[in-house]
């Protein structure tokens, strides 16, 4: 079945209703390297519910609606779906625990051809149930590889963010788990691509992978670290795109030049040589 580019750009997404705990918020933040350090108190306040405080990045996982492409009636092929970019903008601080709401929109449905495939843009506002307040929106793209050809629009498309020419102002290595990826998935996705070792042979990897958004949050982690003094009140925005996948327990690298209150990142494997996340963007206070 093929994209029906009006029908999915008019696709219901139900509201998720979720009640987030102390709990998943320390999970959350133990799953992509926090408290790796038992002395560090700064890292300590992210994963102890003493004075608990919520990773900004952990906006991404808020009343998430899951695979809602899997449903039959998308056109989507589920087999070929990638996360191509992810974005975050914080409204207010995130909770540590309560009752919160998401509703995700399709925003847009590009067609790059038959042999490029499909691009899928969604948004979520993720609210406090009990006030309506807005938290956080969340932004997304999803390539689905085998869609394209359906004879819908091919654009436009946000500009790609740029990389400065000149050495990074700022490098961050964060080495993670293990057992990262077993970790994370305990924050919402289950996809067996990132704890199945056969699973992930069938898609062609050595191992499970790691979950792009983790890799995006180990970079957030190290901008938070950088340039916010683990604040997280001064962590306003975030987006970038995927590259390459991670193997749980390699370092990541974040390299990051400054200009104002915009904190530009790329973010690399250095011992395999591999881009993992690019085109970064950060808005800072």
Not at 73 to 79: H, L
Request: proline content about 7%; glycine content about 10%.
């Amino acid at each position: 079945m093929a994209i029906q580019y009006e029908k999915l750009m008019k696709h219901d997404i139900p509201l998720v209703e979720q009640q987030l705990t102390k709990r998943d918020t320390m999970l959350y933040a133990l799953g992509v390297g926090l408290g790796a350090d038992p002395m560090d108190e700064q890292q300590l306040q992210y994963v102890y519910e003493k004075n608990l405080k919520a990773l900004p990045t952990m906006a991404i996982v808020l009343a998430s609606p899951g695979p809602w492409h899997a449903a039959l009636d998308t056109g989507i092929t589920r087999t070929h779906v990638v996360h191509g970019e992810q974005g975050l903008i914080i409204h207010k601080p995130l909770p540590v625990e309560g009752t919160i709401t998401g509703k995700t929109r399709v925003v847009a449905v590009l067609d790059k051809g038959a042999d490029k495939g499909a691009l899928v843009l969604t948004a979520c506002d993720v609210r406090d149930k009990a006030s309506g307040e807005l938290i956080c929106t969340l932004t997304s793209t999803t390539f689905a590889r085998k869609d394209g050809g359906f004879g819908g629009p091919s654009g436009p498309q946000k500009p790609v963010h740029p990389i400065p020419e000149r050495a990074p102002d700022q490098v961050c290595d964060l080495a993670t788990l293990p057992q990262a990826a077993l970790i994370y998935r305990l924050s919402g996705d289950y996809n067996p691509l990132h704890s199945e070792p056969a699973y992930a042979a069938k898609a062609g990897y050595k191992q499970p992978i790691l979950h792009g958004r983790a890799t995006f949050s180990v970079a957030g982690h190290a901008i938070l670290k950088t340039y916010c003094a683990y604040d997280a009140s001064r962590f306003k925005s975030m987006e970038g795109r995927f590259s390459s996948p991670v193997y749980p327990g390699e370092t990541i690298r974040t390299e990051m030049w400054i200009e104002g209150k915009v904190v530009t990142f790329r973010a690399t494997v250095p011992a395999r040589g591999v881009t993992v996340l690019n085109n970064g963007r950060v808005e800072i206070l």
